[in-house]
């Protein structure tokens, strides 16, 4: 199976940037769609971006959308996400796992996840 961590996170004001990164382990890394995810207390973890095995494609929720970049590097097993013009309301833990579309929703399809990453935006 393959594991997870995340890191990149942290502290920043509104409008500022982030860049958090994903590293995988795992010999079918470059097999599969991956995406980003966020959860924050008393909320449901929901869908951020995805990008394909490729890298050739990739998929926002509308809330990211030009703001937000999806990229990997299968050399190095790394999944990217770009996040500029941050709003406290990005404010969460961003997680990333192997990604299945399934109709228009975007669903993790990895068993196991990493620690995360604390993203917090101050206003």
């Known amino acids: 199976q393959v594991q997870l961590v995340e890191s990149g996170g942290g502290l920043v004001q509104a409008g500022g940037s982030l860049r958090l990164s994903c590293a995988a382990s795992?010999?079918?890394?470059?097999?599969?769609?991956m995406g980003w995810f966020r959860q924050t207390l008393g909320k449901e973890r929901e869908f951020v971006a995805a990008?394909?095995?490729?890298?050739?494609?990739?998929y926002y929720t509308d809330s990211v959308k030009g703001r937000f970049t999806i990229t990997r590097d299968n050399a190095k097993n790394t999944v990217y996400l770009q996040m500029n013009s941050l709003k406290p309301e990005d404010t969460a833990v961003y997680y990333c796992?192997?990604?299945?579309?399934?109709?228009?929703?975007?669903?993790?399809?990895?068993?196991?996840w990493g620690q995360g990453t604390q993203v917090t935006v101050s206003s």
């Open positions: 796992n192997l990604a299945s579309q399934r109709g228009s929703s975007w669903y993790p399809r990895g068993d196991y």
């Open positions: 990008i394909s095995w490729s890298g050739d494609s990739t």
């Open positions: 795992g010999r079918t890394f470059s097999l599969y769609n």
